[in-house]
């Protein structure tokens, strides 16, 4: 059945780590004989109820903790993409953090070695077409984020892209500015989440200081009108992620969500599930909460659909950006 939410589309704002379910996660700590504080899944599930994203990520942190080997990587990263073909997509451009995995003693290969040979097989098992974006914990130094730049470098024929997460509030972009430098000398596109938590100057920052081609999240520029038009000429990508903003409180109720005022208002949008282990639904099932509380029409998703195709990085590929936005042409609503 063509389902409206299952329109062709690309995931542009993807955690891996947060793509770790509880079942998975329980099976991966029997496996590396992980003690977990949860009796069972239940208990874990009853667990995600988040104050901010601090909270959220508190238990993030914690949880991937049963990642160990490539081999829970690769599993990981193939029971995503699984997942998001099942939902309509075609082309995933996928964070992953580094520093999460390295401060606890595993080596930066193994994580990359492990989600590359999922994410190599993707086209053929899946149909996904697929990219890595290294992200550095912006509430940890610029000193360990240039270490993990360094330390990527054997690493960089599977890593597309850089990016920016963690904990916002009190740690602007700018002071990552020499890292973003060095990245772009090294020919890695360029991201970085703001205005998730932060205020606008956050994504002014990201775009004059760092460069980025794309804001993730992005949502609180909407206070800054000036800064809005800016990014309706500019034609600036924002990755958002509506049942993120709701189950970390950023806006109180998907009813309120300002997704359809973004697009009336010229923004190049895009929809995505960010952790979607933890908020309640993958890119699909997303793109049907957002129909449903916003009064979307067809046309809106096919947009958004639209939008993530052209926000994507596949300049290095134009003839598939063309066939993918072909694909959501023909796309046929059941
Ligand atoms: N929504 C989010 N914001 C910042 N960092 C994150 N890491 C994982 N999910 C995140
Ligand atoms: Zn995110």
Not at 29 to 48: C, H, K, M, W
Not at 165 to 185: L, M, W
Not at 274 to 294: I, K, W
Request: glycine content about 6%.
């Amino acid at each position: 059945m063509n389902l409206p939410e299952h329109l062709p589309k690309a995931e542009l704002h993807l955690h891996i780590e947060g793509t770790l379910e509880p079942e998975l996660a329980f099976a991966l700590a029997a496996r590396n004989g992980v003690d977990l504080p949860y009796a069972d899944t239940e208990e874990l599930r009853r667990a995600y109820r988040f104050d901010d994203l601090r909270s959220f990520l508190d238990l993030y942190y914690a949880l991937m903790t049963v990642l160990r080997t490539a081999d829970d990587f690769a599993e990981l990263a193939d029971a995503y993409l699984a997942r998001a073909a099942a939902q309509g997509v075609r082309h995933a451009e996928i964070f992953f953090d580094p520093q999460a995995h390295t401060d606890r003693g595993i080596p930066l290969g193994t994580v990359v070695e492990g989600l590359a040979r999922a994410l190599e097989r993707s086209e053929e098992r899946h149909g996904v077409t697929t990219q890595l974006i290294m992200c550095f914990l912006r509430d940890r130094s610029a000193e360990a984020a240039r270490e993990t730049l360094d330390a990527a470098k054997p690493y960089l024929r599977h890593i597309a892209g850089v990016g920016l997460d963690s904990a916002e509030v009190g740690h602007p972009p700018a002071e990552f500015r020499e890292v973003y430098e060095a990245a772009a000398a090294l020919g890695l596109r360029k991201v970085a989440h703001a205005g998730e938590e932060g205020p606008p100057s956050y994504v002014r920052e990201a775009l004059d200081v760092l460069g980025v081609e794309r804001i993730d999240h992005g949502l609180r520029a909407m206070e800054d009108p000036e800064l809005v038009r800016r990014l309706v000429r500019d034609r600036v990508p924002l990755t958002l992620c509506p049942l993120s903003n709701v189950r970390l409180r950023a806006v109180d109720l998907l009813e309120d969500h300002p997704l359809k005022a973004m697009m009336d208002a010229g923004l190049l949008v895009t929809v995505n599930s960010d952790d979607p282990a933890y908020f309640g639904g993958y890119v699909g099932d997303t793109f049907h909460a957002v129909r449903e509380a916003l009064a979307l029409t067809e046309d809106d998703l096919r947009r958004l659909a639209r939008n993530s195709f052209e926000a994507a990085f596949l300049d290095h590929d134009e003839e598939l950006r063309a066939r993918y936005l072909a694909e959501v042409d023909a796309y046929t609503f059941d």
